[in-house]
């Protein structure tokens, strides 16, 4: 495993909002398990055991609120990290106004909004989204899709063909039917967005969607195809700490994870582990030391 690997999908919350009065109301309708405190001391010494170097924090609550906590336990930490916070895409004018306080932070990267969540299905196709889109774009910052309904990834390619200018991260590769052995829509659907240059897929949350077997050769089918059609070139990897803790621990996702990747030559795993997350993610310079000769 290369040094600084990223992991480019952690959360982190507090039940009773915190010191900033962050909101998770979908945390009343979910298990005991995610019921609780999770702060990056909680997860820092396991990712330390797996090799993971730095990390990209994204948002679990439509709050600005939950920005102010993400970017503090960002700057808090000894690692590495981004912040993908959230903004209201839906009011361009208030993103308009918005977007110089929280870009002035180096580590505020990118945003995301919970589409999966939202009342309308049709939130990320709203003409004040697309309007908000471009300004994310002229601002440097990347968008995270959380497409996890196949609805939802049908809208990716459409959202990245409007932007072109605009990175957009598939989160999770779409939730792919791994629990019940499907394939299709996903896997046409998945190679859709992979054919928009600008779409930039995680290979992360496949644990809290296999059901009862978590294992590699479970898996592989479904990350062989992310494979095929992005390349290593556009795949980064995710733990989705704390929401796989109702599937499986930690330990076992990254294993799972790595286990999958194993038949990539070094220089192939060196883009999915690190290089492209440092990179669509605006982490700080990769040390001179992690150059693809030493790492072979």
Known sequence: MPPMTVDSHVHVWQVDGGKFDVQYDWLNETSDVLRQNYTLADVDPTLADHGVGAIVLVQAADSLAENHALLAAAVATQRPAAVVGWLPLHRPELV????PRWRAHPEFVGVRHMIHRDPDPKWLLRQEVSESLALLAEAGLAFDAV????????????????????TIILDHLGKPPIASNGWQPWADLLADAAAAPNVVAKISGLATVSGTEISAARWQPYVDHALAVFGPGRLMVGGDWPFTLTAASYPTVWRTTMATLAHLDPAERVQVLTEVAWRTYQLPLAPTWMTL????
């Not at 308009?96 to 977007?99: D, G, T």
């Not at 497409?147 to 605009?166: K, M, S, T």
């Open 147 to 166: 497409a996890e309904r196949p609805d939802l990834l049908a809208q990716v390619p459409l959202i990245a063909g409007e932007h072109p200018d605009l």
């Open 96 to 99: 308009a106004a918005e977007l």
């Open 293 to 296: 000769g030493e790492l072979e």
